[in-house]
């Protein structure tokens, strides 16, 4: 279908958009990374990204004994899932830091789009 030079041409974009917002996450955590709770389908995004958490929750509200399970775990920063989220209460009872980051792009927008404005997301969050 004569596709093919487009589709090259955003596997670049994309990957690109992988590795510049993995190296611009790692710099914005230099010194003591945070510890981070993160939303089970958030998980992929995180760790794509070259973060490594410390727990996953949801999906679904959090019981009062995963809360604390959770909250023992002296979690600092919290990543949940815009269109699912279960962790503003884990972050509160915390005192975490808190992001939301979005899985699926808004109309638009590409998966690219997508990337690159979570890596933003987690950048302010990490910074704050």
């Given at each position: 279908?004569?596709?093919?030079?487009?589709?090259q041409?955003?596997?670049i974009?994309?990957?690109?958009?992988?590795?510049?917002?993995?190296?611009?996450l790692?710099?914005?955590?230099?010194?003591?990374?945070?510890?981070?709770?993160?939303?089970?389908?958030?998980?992929?995004?995180?760790?794509?990204?070259g973060?490594?958490?410390?727990?996953?929750?949801?999906?679904?509200?959090?019981?009062?004994?995963?809360?604390?399970?959770?909250?023992?775990l002296?979690?600092?920063?919290?990543?949940?899932?815009?269109?699912?989220?279960?962790g503003?209460?884990?972050?509160?009872?915390?005192?975490?830091?808190?992001?939301?980051?979005?899985?699926f792009?808004?109309?638009?927008?590409?998966?690219?789009?997508?990337?690159?404005?979570?890596?933003?997301?987690?950048?302010?969050?990490?910074?704050?």
């Amino acid at each position: 279908f004569g596709t093919s030079p487009s589709a090259q041409a955003y596997l670049i974009d994309f990957r690109s958009a992988w590795h510049a917002g993995r190296q611009s996450l790692a710099g914005a955590m230099a010194g003591q990374p945070p510890r981070v709770a993160v939303h089970r389908f958030m998980q992929p995004w995180v760790e794509l990204l070259g973060v490594k958490p410390a727990a996953v929750y949801g999906p679904g509200a959090l019981s009062p004994s995963e809360l604390a399970r959770l909250k023992a775990l002296d979690v600092t920063f919290v990543v949940d899932n815009a269109h699912d989220p279960q962790g503003a209460v884990l972050a509160e009872v915390s005192g975490a830091r808190y992001v939301k980051l979005v899985n699926f792009p808004a109309t638009g927008e590409g998966l690219t789009d997508v990337v690159r404005a979570n890596v933003k997301r987690l950048i302010a969050g990490v910074t704050r």
